[in-house]
């Protein structure tokens, strides 16, 4: 069984800090996905990694894929009270066909204004 | 209009009670899944289907059925309620073509209480 671990699973910071939230495994994964949640909603996918060592950016969000494609993070400069939310990260099934996602337990951040 | 959509919204009954969840999307998406979340425990797979012949159980299948009517279809069944099964649940669609693929579009979830 394929597990993910995310840290932390909670983080209450103010508005302007920076902020990384991790997500390891001891399993190789074909992709990795990161989504966010907001209350009342269902998850929204805000990135997908493939290649070992890849980084991606999207405005103040930095998502990075280890070079063994085990791990990943997700940095968030200068945090705005809208980037409050669940943040998940999903690792993409091993064997290629991408049909399954193995989730991590999610991380609730509050960005306080 | 929401490209997935599940129906109810919210729901509360009673142990021992037959319930379903319906879920619906526009996308054209062969490859449909159901979860169900908890604080703190993350989206745990409850039943996935490739396509209205297949079906697959996932990790927390006990308690539940699934039946995919139609490509857009796929209804969640709770045969006989219990207290425990009080949770979030979701539907989600993919798509597997595209790199990275299995992008996942989840609906905007069912509220159960069993009391």
């Known amino acids: 069984t394929q597990l993910l671990e995310q840290s932390p699973q909670f983080l209450s910071i103010q508005e302007g800090e920076n902020l990384t939230v991790y997500c390891n495994s001891s399993?190789?994964?074909?992709?990795l996905q990161w989504y966010r949640q907001e209350p009342g909603e269902g998850p929204v996918l805000l990135v997908t990694?493939?290649?070992?060592?890849e980084v991606k950016k999207l405005k103040r969000l930095t998502f990075q894929f280890g070079d063994a494609r085990k791990d990943s993070s997700l940095h968030i400069t200068a945090a705005q009270p809208g980037d409050t939310g669940l943040y998940l990260c999903?690792?993409?099934?091993?064997?290629?066909?991408?049909?399954?996602?193995?989730f991590g337990k999610g991380t609730l951040l509050t960005v306080n204004p | 209009d929401a490209d997935v959509t599940q129906t109810p919204r919210n729901r509360i009954t009673k142990t021992g009670k037959r319930i379903m969840l319906e879920c619906s999307q526009t996308?054209?998406?062969?490859?449909m899944y159901w979860y169900r979340q908890d604080p703190g425990l993350g989206l745990q797979l409850i039943y996935y289907?490739?396509?209205?012949?297949?079906?697959n159980k996932g990790e927390i299948s006990d308690g539940y059925s699934v039946s995919r009517q139609a490509q857009a279809k796929f209804s969640l069944s709770l045969e006989s309620a219990i207290p425990n099964q009080t949770a979030l649940y979701f539907c989600?669609?993919?798509?597997?073509?595209?790199?990275?693929?299995?992008?996942?579009?989840f609906g905007p979830g069912t509220r159960l209480t069993v009391l």
């Open positions: 989600a669609t993919s798509d597997p073509t595209g790199s990275g693929g299995g992008v996942q579009f």
């Open positions: 399993s190789v994964f074909s992709s």
């Open positions: 990694v493939v290649t070992g060592g």
């Open positions: 999903a690792g993409g099934d091993s064997g290629g066909s991408n049909y399954k996602l193995t």
């Open positions: 996308k054209g998406h062969d490859r």
């Open positions: 289907s490739f396509d209205v012949k297949d079906i």
